[in-house]
């Protein structure tokens, strides 16, 4: 089979004050980050075609909250390359144009968020995070 399975987890626990995250930015870093983890997957055929997103609450991080993370099956992202792949053009894939991930952290930086690596390992998938404030209004 060549489908990926996407999954959606809301690990929000009851109680949590409402989050508001919407708008075309948000929108796009969550697509930017699903498309490329889907790319790289199928782009290396790999045997586990899954990527998960969850959403979390952690009251221990008052200034960003909100985070959402992106967990693949891909190749991975070896760690000389965690910032690497937030820079301007920088692919790995052969008609890649390199704006993706780099415009993730863009975007984030512009609603008051940021995105990164949090673990990643070779030919078992990586873990990216968008962390976000309680509100988002962009």
């Given at each position: 089979?060549?489908?990926?399975?996407?999954?959606?987890?809301?690990?929000?626990?009851?109680?949590?004050?409402?989050?508001?995250?919407?708008?075309?930015?948000?929108?796009?870093?969550?697509?930017?980050?699903?498309?490329?983890?889907?790319?790289?997957?199928?782009?290396?055929?790999?045997?586990?075609?899954?990527?998960?997103?969850?959403?979390?609450?952690?009251?221990?991080?008052?200034?960003?909250?909100?985070?959402?993370?992106?967990?693949?099956?891909?190749?991975?992202?070896?760690?000389?390359?965690?910032?690497?792949?937030?820079?301007?053009?920088?692919?790995?894939?052969?008609?890649?144009?390199?704006?993706?991930?780099?415009?993730?952290?863009?975007?984030?930086?512009?609603?008051?968020?940021?995105?990164?690596?949090?673990?990643?390992?070779?030919?078992?998938?990586?873990e990216f995070q968008?962390?976000?404030?309680?509100?988002?209004?962009?």
């Open positions: 089979s060549t489908g990926i399975q996407i999954i959606f987890q809301n690990n929000v626990p009851e109680g949590c004050p409402p989050m508001l995250a919407s708008g075309v930015k948000f929108t796009q870093i969550l697509k930017n980050l699903v498309l490329n983890a889907c790319q790289q997957i199928r782009l290396h055929s790999l045997p586990v075609k899954k990527v998960a997103v969850s959403l979390n609450y952690e009251s221990l991080d008052p200034r960003l909250p909100i985070k959402i993370t992106v967990l693949d099956t891909g190749p991975g992202v070896h760690r000389v390359d965690f910032e690497k792949v937030f820079m301007p053009l920088y692919t790995t894939r052969e008609k890649g144009i390199g704006l993706g991930l780099f415009l993730c952290r863009q975007l984030a930086t512009e609603i008051g968020g940021k995105v990164e690596i949090k673990s990643s390992y070779m030919l078992t998938g990586s968008i962390s976000l404030p309680g509100e988002v209004k962009a």
